[in-house]
């Protein structure tokens, strides 16, 4: 394997960063397969794919070192603590008359 080669998985021009400033892409799931099997890639973790669930011609979900969870990734107990925290200040801070986090202000 060589160290520092670049392995083109991402569509071309689809990209951001997620709210810790990872950055994101499209990937396309052949081209993520054909590095995974050659052992260009190591591993690959994933949350999402093309389809759910996965066609039967997907070549992602029969590789091992694809490791796929059901969409639910961000859904550790520490997530889900911040979400319950957020919603409990949320609803005080609107039933004391000082809404946050308004989206929409009527």
Known sequence: MQVGMKVEVFTEG????DDAGHSLGLVQEEALA?????????????????????SPQNPLPPLQNAIITPHIAWAT???????????TENVVAWLNGH????VNSI
Do not use: F, I, W
Request: a positive charge; glycine letters at 4%; aromatic letters at 2%.
């Open 14 to 17: 689809v990209n951001g960063h």
């Open 34 to 54: 054909q590095a995974l099997s050659s052992g260009h890639l190591t591993a690959a973790y994933l949350d999402v794919l093309s389809s759910e669930p996965p």
């Open 77 to 87: 107990r520490a997530a889900r603590r911040r979400l319950v925290q957020t919603l």
């Open 99 to 102: 809404p946050q986090n308004v």
